[in-house]
C-alpha cells in the first residue's frame, strides 16, 4: 500500500512524468567529449573492438561502457573489410569445373538428421545431383556421383574439400573417389578454404531455408529425396538467380562433351568389395544387412554397387539383388 500512495503522490505532482524510473547504476557515465571520441575512434578504424578504443583513449571505464556507447550510435556490427582481398573465380565454360561437397545435418523432426550431398557446375550454378543420406558412408558419395555423370557427363576437374571421402589421409594411397576420378580422366581441385567453394557454400545456406523447412513433415528418406529431386528440377530451370543477371541456371548449362558409352561408363563406376557371409545368412554393407542364401553362410561373395543397386555375386552367378536402403535406423 504504501508504494501505491507513493505513486499516487508522485502522479499528483508530475502526471505521467513522475512515475518514470529514475533509478541509476553505481558505474559513472562518460561525459559527451569522451563518448564522441569513442564514436570518432571507431569511424576511423572500423576494425577497432570496444577494448582496444578504451586502451587507446586511456579511459577509466570497462570494454561494456565503451561498447554500450559504440550500440548507441549503431556501430558495434560493422562490416569489416578482409585483411586479404578476395580472389573470386569463375570457370571459363560449363563442364570446365564441378564443384562437390557434403552438407552438415539437416533436422527433420520425424527422421533425425540428414546430410546432403550436392554436385553443381561452378559457372552455371547448375545443380547436377543431390541426395540426403542418414550417414556419410562414401557409398552414398558414389550414387550421387553415378547419378551426375551418366546423366550429365564428365567434368574437365571436381572442386572439393580434403575431407577422408575426398582425399587420402595416407600419403602411401588414394581414396576411392580420386582412384575414380583418375580412372575417369578428371582432373582433382582441393579447396585450402570454405571460400573456395562460394557457390556451393551458399547453396548449403539457402537450402535449408528453402527445402527442409518446407518439408518438415517426411517420413521417410524415399520421400525426401523425391522430393528434393523435384526442387532440384524447379531450382536449376526457374530459379532466378541475381549472379546470372535474373536468368535460371539452365539458360548457361549445356550437357558435357565429355561422354563415354554407357556400358563403359557404368563398368568404370561399378565400386566392388568382398563381404563374407555371416551365420544368420546376411552380409553386412555400410550399417546394414542383406539376406543370402544360407548355402553361402561362411563363405565370401562380392558386392557390386551400380548407382543405388546392389548385387551380391559368387563368381558369375547372381545370389541376390536389392536397392540400398538409406532410411535411418529406428
Do not use: C
Request: proline share 6%; charged share 25%; aromatic share 10%.
Amino acid at each position: 500500500m504504501r508504494t501505491l500512495r507513493r505513486y499516487l503522490q508522485r502522479y499528483r505532482q508530475a502526471g505521467p512524468d513522475g512515475l518514470r524510473d529514475r533509478r541509476g547504476g553505481s558505474r559513472p557515465r562518460l561525459p559527451g567529449a569522451q563518448e564522441a571520441a569513442i564514436v570518432e575512434a571507431k569511424r576511423a578504424g572500423p576494425h577497432r573492438s570496444a577494448r582496444k578504443i578504451r586502451d587507446l583513449l586511456h579511459l577509466p571505464v570497462s570494454r561494456e561502457a565503451v561498447r554500450q556507447v559504440l550500440v548507441r550510435a549503431g556501430l558495434n556490427r560493422l562490416g569489416l573489410p578482409p585483411v586479404k582481398a578476395v580472389q573470386r573465380f569463375v570457370a571459363a565454360a560449363p563442364n570446365a569445373l564441378w564443384q562437390i561437397d557434403i552438407m552438415g545435418k539437416g533436422r527433420f523432426p520425424l527422421l533425425g538428421d540428414l546430410y546432403l550431398i550436392l554436385a553443381l557446375d561452378d559457372p552455371s550454378r547448375f545443380l547436377l545431383a543431390g541426395g540426403f543420406f542418414p550417414r556419410k558412408f562414401r557409398i552414398h558419395l558414389f550414387t550421387v556421383m553415378y547419378a551426375a555423370f551418366t546423366r550429365w557427363g564428365l567434368p574437365q576437374r571436381l572442386l572439393s574439400d580434403r575431407e577422408s571421402h575426398f582425399k587420402s589421409t595416407s600419403p602411401l594411397g588414394e581414396a576411392d573417389y580420386q582412384y575414380y576420378a583418375r580412372r575417369l580422366g578428371i582432373e582433382l581441385v582441393y579447396a585450402g578454404r570454405a571460400r573456395t567453394k562460394g557457390k556451393i557454400e551458399r547453396l548449403f545456406r539457402f537450402i535449408p531455408r528453402a527445402f527442409v523447412l518446407e518439408d518438415l513433415e517426411a517420413t521417410s528418406v524415399a520421400a525426401v529425396t523425391a522430393a528434393f529431386a523435384q526442387w532440384i528440377e524447379t531450382y536449376t530451370f526457374g530459379h532466378a538467380s541475381q549472379a546470372l543477371d535474373g536468368e535460371a541456371p539452365a539458360a548457361h548449362y549445356v550437357r558435357s562433351t565429355r561422354r563415354l558409352r554407357p556400358e563403359a561408363l557404368e563398368l568404370l563406376l561399378v565400386h566392388e568389395e568382398p563381404r563374407k557371409v555371416a551365420r544368420t545368412g546376411t552380409i553386412s554393407y555400410y550399417g546394414r544387412h542383406y539376406r543370402v542364401p544360407d548355402p553361402y553362410i561362411g563363405r565370401r561373395v562380392w558386392t557390386r554397387l551400380k548407382g543405388d543397386r546392389l548385387t551380391i555375386q559368387v563368381g558369375r552367378s547372381t545370389l541376390a539383388e536389392y536397392t540400398l536402403d538409406f532410411e535411418p535406423r529406428t
